[in-house]
């Protein structure tokens, strides 16, 4: 019998809810930031492409989610971009001996618009991971909290391999 690589998958999610308009937080999102967007609450930059990208790889390993890490009680992410938390990611599951084959995140929420900067989002969340991220999004056809506007959801799946 031939050995195979052990091979897992993982899902992560991630909400925050818009600042006030004049909160001055920038937006940001799969490691871009987005001028002109209102941003997210959160303790690191609420960059929830990201942030479920990590939750999702970190479920994947068997490490626990993303409050595990890098949640309120953990003082030294506070402010932390969705770059540091995945370099961070990727740094605990290589430990572990995984890598990481795909990753695709769906973002939940009226803005900001994904469609003319998608391209350029897939291409730094791969940079950064170090694999193929695939980058989607949907409006929800103005249902739920996402729908109604007070804020913007991550979705995501990992594929990894040892």
Do not use: Y
């Amino acid at each position: 019998m031939t050995d195979f690589p052990e091979i897992r998958t993982g899902i992560g999610t991630d909400v925050h809810a818009f600042t006030a308009p004049d909160s001055g937080r920038p937006m940001w999102l799969a490691c871009l930031e987005w001028p002109g967007e209102v941003g997210l609450e959160g303790h690191s930059d609420a960059d929830v492409a990201a942030h479920a990208c990590c939750d999702a790889l970190l479920a994947a390993a068997g490490l626990g989610d993303l409050g595990t890490h890098f949640g309120t009680s953990r003082p030294e992410w506070t402010g932390a971009s969705g770059e540091a938390l995945l370099k961070e990611t990727l740094r605990l599951i290589s430990e572990g001996g995984w890598r990481v084959l795909s990753v695709s995140v769906q973002v939940l929420g009226n803005r900001p618009r994904i469609g003319a900067r998608r391209q350029e989002a897939q291409d730094r969340l791969s940079e950064v991971i170090g694999a193929p991220v695939n980058l989607g999004a949907s409006t929800t056809d103005h249902l739920g909290f996402a729908g109604r506007g007070e804020g913007v959801m991550g979705i995501a799946s990992a594929l990894i391999a040892r």
